[in-house]
């Protein structure tokens, strides 16, 4: 008969085929089984900061003219929705960039408003203006320079009186001017302009070689 380990039974449960446990060996676990807290396992790849929510954050800083907070505020959308699906880090970063791209949409919207009153100083309108020059006291011919805007003209002699008419369009930043020399040693010339049927303005100077000067400034006229 063989003999018998001692101390033990067959069948005994704490008895293995091969030899006995030790005293000291802790418990198998199951398969599946979660670790127990304190201690550590294998830890996943490091799955790094998401290059949407970096450049979320770089465009709303560089703004671009409102182009960049555009860009900031689709691509945070985009990084926001990439990190909930994939775990990655940088969300902080895509919510920065979000705000920053909304508020720079919102800075670009008021200092559009802002500068539509300045705007107006540009726009522009078709007017008729009419330029005259006239002599008295024997002067028959003049000297006279005009000018629409940047569109200046000038003819050393004209008979008096002169008359010019145009249909211009008038920028509010434009200046209309006419100057009437006089190179006789006598009498007297003078300008006019009419905007619209309407004197705006209208000058004259008595005594040889004077100039009379007309100018007309859509912005003062008002």
Known sequence: MKAQIAGHHPG?????SGGPMSAHQPPSRPPGAPHAPGLSGPSGPSRGTSGWAVASLIFSILWLC???SLLAVVLGVIALARIRRTGQNGRGLAVAGLILGVL???AGAGLALIGRPADRGRQSEYTDIVLDARGTGGVATAGVTYSFGGDTSDSAHVRLPWRK???RELRE????????RNHTAGGSVGCRITVDGRVAKTAEVAGGHRTASCLYNPITAH
């Open 165 to 167: 008419e145009e249909r």
């Open 12 to 16: 005994d449960p704490h008895v293995r």
């Open 104 to 106: 720079g949409l919102l």
């Open 66 to 68: 409102g182009a960049g």
């Open 173 to 180: 930043l434009d200046v209309v001017r006419i100057d009437v």
